[in-house]
């Protein structure tokens, strides 16, 4: 409880740019990889990026290409993620999560810990 913590969601327009944060516990941050996932309603969750602090290794859904960044800052154990050109698609929950390792990365049974979520919302 209480490991990860976002901010930074709200409402845009079509086009607009957003930051998330995800600040973690020390310990959580120094021994996972870093991933965001979203989840619309009565849609799956699904993974959008993943940052591994060892390395800074990314990888980013289809999805998230080319508009979104993932990036971190070991020193605040934080972890953020870019959003610009949004898209109305774009709309969810998003999740901070931690996962051991970046291999099959968009998988959420193997997250470890799961943030409390920041609503994305896009208008068209």
């Known amino acids: 409880q209480g490991q990860l913590v976002e901010s930074g969601g709200g409402s845009v327009q079509t086009g607009g740019s957003l930051r998330l944060s995800c600040a973690a516990s020390?310990?959580?941050?120094?021994?996972?990889?870093m991933a965001w996932f979203r989840q619309a309603p009565g849609q799956v969750r699904e993974g959008v990026a993943v940052?591994?602090?060892?390395?800074?290794?990314?990888r980013y859904a289809d999805s998230a290409k080319g508009r979104f960044t993932i990036s971190q800052d070991n020193a605040k154990n934080t972890m953020y993620l870019q959003m610009n050109a949004l898209k109305p698609e774009d709309t969810a929950m998003y999740y901070c999560?931690?996962?051991?390792?970046?291999?099959?990365?968009?998988?959420?049974?193997?997250?470890?810990?799961w943030g409390q979520g920041t609503q994305v919302t896009v208008s068209s």
């Open positions: 940052i591994c602090p060892v390395g800074g290794s990314t």
């Open positions: 999560a931690a996962r051991r390792g970046v291999l099959g990365w968009t998988d959420s049974r193997f997250v470890v810990y």
């Open positions: 020390r310990d959580v941050y120094s021994s996972n990889c």
